[in-house]
């Protein structure tokens, strides 16, 4: 049963039925892209494909915490259902931010964004027994949620850029392959940025159209 919030709304759960269905659905769409639909480049140094795509809209229109399970879960299940290569947990890792660095950047631009128009808002001079609503929960509407979010996703494309691929799976491969960081770097970085362009790219493209989908719903 849903208890009601600081502000006296209800408190969506963490995991709602709603939520894994949807969370169930990016996963598989992960474990497909990622294990069928792309191929690798080189000495398997570089896999191109749209698999991080799902995991991301995870953790955007979830929550970062439901983006980390969908990419961990989903790494785990496709090397289950399609062994290719050495499992490394670091890959899982890489994976599961993936999902989590997404949604961690929009839920903190929500919550900085809400308690500074809030300070800005506060009257002057206000006495300290006096209410002014700075105590309560800052929650963004959904119409400004949505209407916010492409920046946000672009923001997260570029940190999974910066972490997950261009420094974690780059030094997970330097221990698998044997060669050091930065000429595999220099190898793997055009890459790298074309994929995170074409990332983006969809998230732009996706997200009016989710937005549809969603019906102008809260996310989380």
């Given at each position: ?8 709304s ?11 269905a949807v ?12 294990r069928?639909?792309s191929?690798?480049?080189g000495?398997?140094?570089l ?13 955007i229109?979830?929550?970062?915490w ?12 496709g ?15 890489a994976?599961?931010?993936e ?12 919550r ?9 808002a ?9 209410p002014s ?5 800052p929650?963004?509407?959904?119409a400004?949620?949505?209407e916010?979010?492409p ?7 570029v ?7 261009v420094?974690?799976?780059t ?9 050091a ?9 055009p ?5 995170a ?9 996706l997200l009016?159209?989710l937005?549809k989908?969603?019906?102008g719903?809260p996310?989380y």
């Amino acid at each position: 049963m849903m208890k009601p919030g600081i502000s006296g709304s209800v408190a969506r759960p963490w995991l709602s039925l709603r939520k894994l269905a949807v969370l169930a659905l990016f996963t598989a769409l992960s474990v497909l892209f990622t294990r069928i639909f792309s191929f690798t480049l080189g000495s398997g140094s570089l896999r191109i494909g749209l698999g991080p795509l799902p995991v991301m809209l995870a953790g955007i229109l979830l929550g970062p915490w439901s983006g980390l399970t969908c990419g961990l879960v989903a790494d785990v299940l496709g090397f289950m259902l399609f062994p290719s290569g050495t499992f490394h947990p670091g890959f899982t890792l890489a994976a599961g931010l993936e999902g989590c660095l997404p949604g961690l950047i929009a839920w903190a631009a929500n919550r900085l964004t809400v308690w500074r128009e809030r300070l800005a808002a506060a009257p002057a001079g206000l006495p300290a027994n006096q209410p002014s609503g700075l105590q309560e929960r800052p929650r963004m509407s959904a119409a400004q949620t949505w209407e916010r979010l492409p920046a946000k996703a672009v923001g997260g494309v570029v940190a999974d850029t910066l972490i997950c691929s261009v420094w974690l799976r780059t030094f997970w491969l330097t221990q698998l392959l044997g060669v050091a960081f930065i000429p595999l770097l220099i190898s793997r970085l055009p890459g790298v940025i074309i994929q995170a362009v074409v990332y983006a790219g969809c998230l732009l493209i996706l997200l009016p159209a989710l937005k549809k989908a969603w019906g102008g719903r809260p996310l989380y």
